[in-house]
C-alpha cells in the first residue's frame, strides 16, 4: 500500500506562500489521485484541492482557487501544492491522500491518508 508523507507546513504572514509537500512511501504514487484536505479546530475535513493520477486534471474548492495550485512529479512520487495569497481563515492542519477512485473531491473516497503538516497563517 501507498504511505502518504506531509512536509512545508509551518507559519506565515498573511499574504505569504508556502510550498507542501507529499511523498509516497511504500508503492508509488503513479497510479493515484491524490488531494489535499485541511481540518481546522473544532471544523469538519474540508476538500482544498486534487490532482488525477497524470497530472491532466486538477480540482479545486472555491475558496482556494486562484491562489493555491496543485502539481506533481511522478518520477519523484510526490505531489505539490502551492499556496499564495494566504489568509488566516487558511490556518489549519493540512492532509495528503491517495485515492483510485475516479471522485476526487470526495473524502470518503480515499484509502491511504498521511499524519498531516499545519498551517498557521497569522494576521
Known amino acids: 500500500q501507498v504511505q502518504p508523507v506531509e512536509s512545508g507546513g509551518g507559519l506565515v504572514q498573511a499574504g505569504g506562500s508556502l510550498r507542501l509537500s507529499c511523498a509516497a512511501s511504500?508503492?508509488?504514487?503513479?497510479?493515484?489521485?491524490v488531494g489535499w484536505f485541511r481540518q481546522a479546530p473544532g471544523k469538519e475535513r474540508e476538500f482544498v484541492s486534487a490532482?488525477?493520477?497524470?497530472?491532466?486534471?486538477?480540482y479545486y474548492a472555491d475558496s482556494v482557487k486562484g491562489r493555491f495550485t496543485i502539481s506533481r512529479d511522478n518520477a519523484k512520487n510526490t505531489v505539490y501544492l502551492q499556496m499564495n495569497s494566504l489568509k488566516p481563515e487558511d490556518t489549519a492542519v493540512y492532509y495528503c491522500?491517495?485515492?483510485?477512485?475516479?471522485?476526487?473531491?470526495?473524502?470518503?473516497?480515499?484509502?491511504?491518508w498521511g499524519q498531516g503538516t499545519q498551517v498557521t497563517v497569522s494576521s
Open positions: 511504500g508503492r508509488t504514487f503513479s497510479s493515484y489521485a
Open positions: 490532482i488525477s493520477w497524470s497530472g491532466d486534471n486538477t
Open positions: 491522500a491517495a485515492t483510485l477512485s475516479g471522485r476526487p473531491r470526495s473524502l470518503v473516497e480515499y484509502d491511504y
